[in-house]
């Protein structure tokens, strides 16, 4: 849920930090005072359009920013699938003087359309256009599921679904390859057979590698080794003749002194490893030969290695597998015609399962739209709104293509009015009426609906008043219990029920207008509900009103 909300430079407000806790959150103000503009900047944070005439007048940039709660494993997901996660959520969005926005997320820049898919899963406005989520085909589709309970029957569609998808793919690949089968297979065929008889085998391209480089430098290594065997082994003044001969010196003087017995043994010892070491080095030189037959023949094998390598655009190194590829793919088509019946058959049976699946997730819906059509329409009646219906539409459509929602083509119609004929509830409900629905559909599934965790309810008690105005207030209140709602209210009933409360003023500064928010404490709610009751004149009358009607909401103590 929001925990705290940054806002400077946007409207008239000159800067604001508020903290938000749980529960039922009232925001209340004069006429004018600008209730609605916190809503507007927080709209404006998760992805409303922006130009330059938010920003407050002096100002280069306007710039809001809210943290959120770490999120649930929905929003989760989200986020690390597109390296955004971390333990809690903060967007920003910043407008320049120019009308031009940027966007970020966790503190990393992100697209205009991101912000409003992250905004749809964190927040819900009802009463502003830019957020309803009721007016969104899915978004009814997911509170008719959520109230339905309809978990078991969504995955059993969704995995068949999927098992469809898999199938789809391999037939299409299949299909397109049967097209020109035989001259594909022959060119396998061709490519394979090339590659085998260039004996591309990591072992065999190293040592071709190797057999090259010794051939190709066999001149200058046969020089080294004579070089070195003529110093250490060959010429009259050798190493080994001389270290043989410091050896002999050495014993004949061994008894004078143990020391030069154990350096004789140590020259002894190296005289050995010498002798060895020109052994090695002459039975190395023995070994090469310079042969430029040879040498061509291996500069053409290598040369048709990189060519291979070129056709089929790898690197040499990487032939092997290329051929292991071919060889796979060869051995599919060759197999491609079973296969395909096969797939056929699989296909015939999963979509059979897909249909079953998706007609029992239909009837499960259809029942729940029956009982929350019931159950919103009472509600709506102690909203104010007799005659109105909420009827949730859903259409098994057997034909379809599948989906992995199923089958059905579901949609919220209404009417705010008896006689009035049944429409889509964008076309049919106004603003106001929009949000007592909303109202209405959130109170009916609290206790079942998994949506967003913020609900925001924009003049939800417009063009009503005495007792359905408490009704308002209470069924917010009742909503609050699971969810955080914020609520811009001009109705004492209604901000009365709030667990919270806070203060919209607008004052001259002398260098312009500017809104304030407050939190209110115990007193200063009486005064503001009192207000709210009698106007301008407040008098004791007022401020008992407003201590009773607090109490019976539960906003003070009865100390107060």
Known sequence: MLRAIHIRDFAIVDTLDLELGDGMHALT???????????????????????????????ERAEVSAIFDPPNEGVQQWLDERDLGDDEILVRRVVQGSGRSRG????TPVALQMLRELGEQLVDIHGQHAHQSLIRPAAQRELLDAFAGTEAQRSAVAAVHQELRAIDRELETLAGSSDDYDERLALLHHQIDELERAAPSRDGIAALEAEHQRLAHAESLIDLAQGQLQALSDADEAAQTRLGRAIRELEE????????????DLFQSALAHLEEGCHTLRSFADSLEIDPQRLAELDEQIQHLRDLARKHRVDVDNLPETLEHLQAEAERLANAEERLATLRSERQEAETRYRDAAEALSRERQRAAERLQSEVGELLGELGMQGAEVQPQVSFEPEASPSVHGLDRIELLVRTNSGQSLGPLNKIA???????????????????????PT???????????GAVAEVVGRLLRTVGSRYQVLCVTHLPQVAAQARHHFHVAKTDTGEGTRTQVSPLNDEQRVEEIARMLGGLEITSHERNAAREMLERGGGVKSAC
């Not at 970020?104 to 503190?107: D, H, L, S, V, Y």
């Not at 609900?455 to 008043?465: T, Y």
């Open 29 to 59: 103000g004069e006429t004018g005072a600008g209730k609605s503009i916190l809503l507007d900047a927080l709209a404006l944070c998760l992805g409303d359009r922006a130009n330059a005439e938010i920003i407050r007048p002096g100002a």
């Open 104 to 107: 970020f997320i966790n503190g």
């Open 253 to 264: 003087r061994r008894e004078l002194d143990p020391a030069l017995g154990e350096a004789a």
């Open 430 to 452: 106004s603003g106001g009426e929009l949000s007592r629905i909303g109202l209405a559909i959130q109170v009916a599934t609290v206790n079942r609906s998994a949506t967003v």
């Open 455 to 465: 609900l925001i309810f924009d003049e939800a008690d417009a063009g009503i008043g």
